[in-house]
């Protein structure tokens, strides 16, 4: 099995699997890591925690509304660049568009 070295890590936190599924599978072309967590309250956690996140990609559910207000109050998330997807029918043109975006940005610090 290969390795697959990661250049950006991105949260998403929702509720859709399958849309979690395609942006993983379409973002690992693009050497993004993906991490997923469901739009629950114990969500907070990943966003109050160190971990380092190139994008915050949040679906429309009010626990993700409540994460972006909460992710902007923190120091260490300030300048997270934060994406609610509120419709994905061409996930792998928001991909391609997310991979664009983060390629003119520093990667996060390997933990």
Do not use: K, W
Request: glycine share 4%; charged share 25%; net charge positive.
């Amino acid at each position: 099995m290969s390795s697959l070295r990661f250049r950006h890590r991105i949260l998403y936190v929702g509720d859709d699997p399958d849309l979690a599924g395609l942006l993983m599978t379409a973002l690992r072309r693009h050497a993004c890591q993906v991490i997923r967590s469901p739009a629950t309250p114990a969500s907070r956690y990943l966003i109050l925690g160190p971990a380092s996140y190139s994008l915050l990609l949040l679906d429309d559910a009010s626990v993700c509304r409540e994460l972006a207000r909460l992710a902007r109050t923190l120091e260490h998330r300030r300048r997270t660049p934060i994406l609610a997807v509120t419709n994905a029918n061409d996930f792998r043109s928001l991909a391609d568009a997310i991979a664009r975006r983060l390629d003119g940005q520093r990667a996060p610090d390997s933990q």
